[in-house]
Each structure stands twice: as structure tokens, then as C-alpha cells.
Nanobody, 116 residues
Framework: VQLVESGGGLVQPGGSLRLSCKAS????????MSWYRQAPGKERDLIAT????????NYADSVKGRFTISRDNAVNTVYLQMNSLEPEDTAVYCC??????????WGQGTQVTVSS
């Protein structure tokens, strides 16, 4: 099982980034997918979730209206489009695949830094 994030980097406030998480080794289309983030010295926070078929999404209040989660089951990938980025969005962003407590997988994460 692998979840490999990409797309992180350094961006100025107000800018945009698109994160990708490529999955392999399990039946991606059966899993709900989420993005979490963890800033230095803080707990890991759930910021966006999408159901297995992509019909429903949920967002943390801190990113609602700025971030969009989507998925393409044909290529086993989940995305996070991040717009209007703020310094407070600086964190390591990880994707998660969840089916049950036994089938719950994590990626290694990608760093997003928002700074001028």
C-alpha cells in the first residue's frame, strides 16, 4: 500500500497550489479520502474529506471556500486545490485513505509553506 503526495512548495500569500495524492496497492475507489495537515507544534487537523464515489465533500471551517478536494478513481488520485493561501496554512499536508479502522492508510506528507 502506498500513498504518495506531491505538489507542495513555497507560495506567496494569496497564491494557489494543487496537491496530489497517488494511491496504489488497494482498491482506491472503495475508500473515503481525506487531507490532513500538521503545523509545527500543533496537532494534526482534518481539513477535507471526500466520499468513495466523490459525491460528498466536507471541509474544516478554516479552509471552507478556499480549498477544494476532488478525486479521480480512474487514476487512483485525490487532489486538494488550495486558493487564497495564508501564512496560517503553512503545514505538512498528508492524505489518508479510510475504509475501516483496520484499513486506514497514510501518506508521508508534503510541505506547504506560505510566506512572502
Amino acid at each position: 500500500v502506498q500513498l504518495v503526495e506531491s505538489g507542495g512548495g513555497l507560495v506567496q500569500p494569496g497564491g494557489s497550489l494543487r496537491l496530489s495524492c497517488k494511491a496504489s496497492g488497494f482498491t482506491f475507489s472503495r475508500y473515503a479520502m481525506s487531507w490532513y495537515r500538521q503545523a509545527p507544534g500543533k496537532e494534526r487537523d482534518l481539513i477535507a474529506t471526500i466520499t468513495s464515489a466523490g459525491g460528498r465533500t466536507n471541509y474544516a471551517d478554516s479552509v471552507k471556500g478556499r480549498f477544494t478536494i476532488s478525486r479521480d478513481n480512474a487514476v487512483n488520485t485525490v487532489y486538494l486545490q488550495m486558493n487564497s493561501l495564508e501564512p496560517e496554512d503553512t503545514a505538512v499536508y498528508c492524505c489518508n485513505a479510510f475504509l475501516t479502522s483496520r484499513y486506514n492508510y497514510w501518506g508521508q506528507g508534503t510541505q506547504v509553506t506560505v510566506s512572502s
